[in-house]
């Protein structure tokens, strides 16, 4: 996952510090040479902003070279908005704070305009004795007992902010909190360790993702391909 705001790329440990990467075509460029899945970018918009900030990213998108699909979002408030990205290149959308308001209108405008496969759900969460999660629209953390509008989304990104930037960490029963399959879940944020434990586990999730494993120091892929 690829932090992307006024043309420049970031990773960020903790949810509180932000390492810069470069520009965007040279980050994309650099992970296509893994033969990976999926790059996904997200702008970390909190509140709102207006569409001239927005405009300015979508024209970077949209000169984008890349050989591996690319998901996109952060931002994306309106029903308006939903237009404005129509057009780019990416085959899917990622949406956050839709799913923990209970107005359901614009993610279902979402997949009637791109479909339900282009949706994916970004979740940062912290768990302690509850799951909080990461409202980006009200920039902070509130607590959940259960997800809104989960159902729309093709897939859902865990992401577990306390442990992104690390290789372990990560906090596996926050599917039991919020009832989720990890089936249709992407695990990210301290998981670079549990390539081994979930081989031919039944809870295993749909992917892992791990980018500072790729962006930040050298490892051996066909470690991880033979695995996942």
Known sequence: MILFKNGYCYQS?????????????????????????????????????????LLSDLNEIKKLKSSTPISFGGGIRNINQLHLISGL??????????????ESSLLRAATDLFGRQS??????????????????????????DKLNNIELCD????????????PNGFHKDVVNKLKINPKNCVFSGGVSDLVNSFINNN???????????????????S?????L
Do not use: M
């Open 13 to 53: 440990y903790g949810w509180n510090l932000l390492r810069p990467l470069g520009k965007l075509q040279n980050i994309v460029s650099h992970l296509d040479k893994y033969l990976i899945d999926d790059i996904t970018i997200i702008r970390p918009i909190r509140d709102n902003e207006n569409d001239s900030t």
């Open 89 to 102: 290149p990416v085959e899917r959308f990622v949406f956050s704070s839709a799913l923990f308001n209970k």
């Open 155 to 166: 897939e859902v990104i865990l992401y577990d902010c306390e442990s992104e930037g690390s």
């Open 203 to 221: 809870k295993a999730p749909k992917a892992l993702a791990v980018e500072n494993s790729i962006l930040h120091r050298e490892f051996s892929k």
């Open 119 to 144: 949706i994916v759900g970004l979740i940062p969460f912290k768990l302690e004795e509850q799951v909080s999660v990461f409202n980006s629209q009200i920039n902070k953390f509130v607590s959940v």
């Open 223 to 227: 470690n991880y391909y033979e695995k």
